[in-house]
């Protein structure tokens, strides 16, 4: 049986990307902004301060920081930017920094002296998310980096859970938005846990933010292989003589990890693996092999190709779910999932689950797209599979 294997380049900054310098203010791949204004607003080029929250989060540490430092390192970041971390982790300027440079690989000379440069515009405060007195310490420290300045731009970068968001958001708002400038608040996934909460979360951000202010980002998309497989599809006329229901068997798509929670077991266990993995950063990546052609590459027109998919994709039935929990390794030197501190003992919390879902339409019906996930699994692996459709069987039939 043919297959065609897409697997992302493990790149050694990989992970969030974006843009300051294209048509937009501020442009982020895997970002979603609807509002028209967009298209309207300035080129952040100056006078730019980003506010990392979070900055002591493994997201931070493993996504932000590098991807950040690539965008320093490809100039596109504006001119002469400071970048401030805010977490409630209480450290100095060099713990800070030895959590910046953590994930940052340095494989020559010119690129550690990037780093270097790059730490030197790098600053942290600590504070609470629910005071603030915390966030006017952070105001006075913005304050002393914009000294001098006429224009003052602010964008915040929320690498924190959803529990935090509503408070976060209206603190920035009262505390830390700009007199005279543009600000952007920039949310990471999840984006609630459900529906309800997800338009709880919108209602509540709207007071303060304008719709053209916020934009809501899932880091998975900044993937490169993940952003060529519009290319991939739509450049190739092969591909698109045979990206139907008539040629492929099935599609499959991986996500596995060799670790588990680490220390991280209070946070996914609120959350679990599907909303942590698949509702969004794989059902992003089934929706992009599924699609229909868009009338364009922008936003709003991939977008609604991607919507009409999820549209056409009834609910997934319980019998085509699987779902686990890991335990202690056979050899004993891995914990199981509640051997971690920070998980409930009762917890029935899934850290592994494979599902089928089906697409109900011309191009997709009748072919099962499998999406599986895990943690502490025997590799690390990220794959999509297209499985085609055995050949009749004529000369290759005694071919094992």
């Known amino acids: 049986m043919a297959d065609t294997v897409i697997t992302p380049e493990v790149e050694q900054n990989a992970g969030l990307t974006a843009n300051f310098g294209q048509k937009s203010t ?8 609807t509002d028209s204004h967009i298209s309207r607003t300035m080129e952040l080029k100056e006078n730019t301060v980003i506010v990392v929250l979070g900055a002591s989060g493994d997201l931070a540490k493993k996504k932000t920081f590098p991807a950040l430092f690539g965008l320093y390192r490809n100039g596109f970041l504006p001119k002469d930017v400071k970048i401030v971390g805010y977490a409630r982790t209480k450290m ?47 105001e006075k420290h913005i304050q002393d980096l914009e000294k001098g ?109 060799p670790f588990g929670t680490e220390g991280r077991g209070g946070y996914f266990d609120e959350f679990g693996i599907i909303r942590d993995v698949m509702q969004n950063h794989l059902l ?8 229909e052609r868009p009338i364009s590459f922008s936003a709003e027109d991939i977008r609604d190709e991607k919507v009409r998919v999820l549209r056409g994709m009834p609910s997934i039935e319980p019998k085509n779910v699987i779902i686990g929990q890991y335990e202690k390794s056979l050899d004993s030197t891995k914990p199981g999932y509640k051997e971690d501190d920070t998980v409930p003992k009762e917890s029935r919390c899934p850290t592994f689950a494979s599902m089928v879902a089906y697409i109900k339409n011309e ?30 069987s004529g000369i290759f039939k005694d071919i094992p």
Not at 26 to 33: A, F, H, P, R, T
Request: aromatic share 12%; hydrophobic share 35%.
């Open 149 to 257: 300045q006429k224009e003052t731009n602010r964008v915040f970068y929320m690498a924190l859970p959803p529990s935090v968001f509503i408070p976060v958001s209206e603190h920035l708002k009262r505390c830390n938005y700009p007199k005279s400038g543009i600000a952007r608040i920039i949310i990471e996934k999840p984006f609630g846990k459900d529906l309800a909460s997800s338009r709880e979360l919108d209602r509540a951000l709207r007071p303060n933010w304008k719709e053209e202010e916020t934009f809501r980002i899932d880091h998975y998309l900044g993937k490169e292989m993940v952003k060529n497989i519009l290319i991939l599809r739509f450049g190739n006329e092969f591909f698109g003589a045979t990206w139907n229901r008539n040629h492929i068997d099935n599609v499959q798509i991986t996500f596995k990890e």
């Open 363 to 392: 191009r997709w019906d009748g072919v099962p797209f499998i999406l599986k996930a895990g943690k502490a699994l025997n590799e690390q692996k990220t794959e999509v599979r297209i499985q085609y459709k055995d050949v009749t």
């Open 26 to 33: 501020l442009k982020v791949d895997g970002v979603s902004n």
């Open 92 to 138: 100095d300027h060099e713990e800070y920094l030895k959590r910046v440079k953590s994930y940052i690989k340095t494989p020559t000379k010119d690129i550690e002296q990037q780093l270097d440069e790059f730490c030197k515009f790098s600053t942290y405060v600590a504070g609470q998310y629910d005071k603030d007195e915390s966030f006017q310490e952070l």
């Open 284 to 291: 992003q990546v089934l929706t992009l092999l599924a699609m």
